[in-house]
């Protein structure tokens, strides 16, 4: 069973950066489209951005422009770059592939406030 390990989350400006990642326990993450999703309280869990495995990168209209997803398919982790947050960015952020078929982790939190 594959394994997902998200970190890099915690409390940031507006307008500030922050880099997730997640590390998996198994090799056979490099064949698979991953994804970035985040929850908000009292919301449902979305999908943020999704890589292929050659690369290709898809974002939501909500982060275009500001959010970057990148892969080490040789570490086995994802990458999440943030850019120019907002608080409505806030949530707990976590990977899995795309669709989400493989065991949740325990996310990383995310909070944009001044």
């Known amino acids: 069973q594959v394994q997902l390990v998200e970190s890099g989350g915690g409390l940031v400006q507006p307008g500030g950066s922050l880099r997730l990642s997640c590390a998996a326990s198994r090799g056979m993450y490099s064949l698979l489209t991953m994804g970035w999703y985040r929850q908000a309280p009292g919301k449902q869990r979305d999908l943020v951005a999704t890589?292929?495995?050659?690369?290709?990168?898809n974002y939501a209209d909500s982060v275009k422009g500001r959010f970057t997803i990148s892969r080490d398919n040789a570490k086995n982790t994802l990458y999440l770059q943030m850019n120019s947050l907002k608080p409505e960015d806030t949530a707990v952020y976590y990977c899995?592939?795309?669709?989400?078929?493989?065991?949740w982790g325990q996310g990383t939190q995310v909070t944009v406030s001044s």
């Open positions: 899995n592939r795309q669709p989400a078929v493989l065991p």
């Open positions: 890589i292929t495995s050659p690369g290709s990168t």
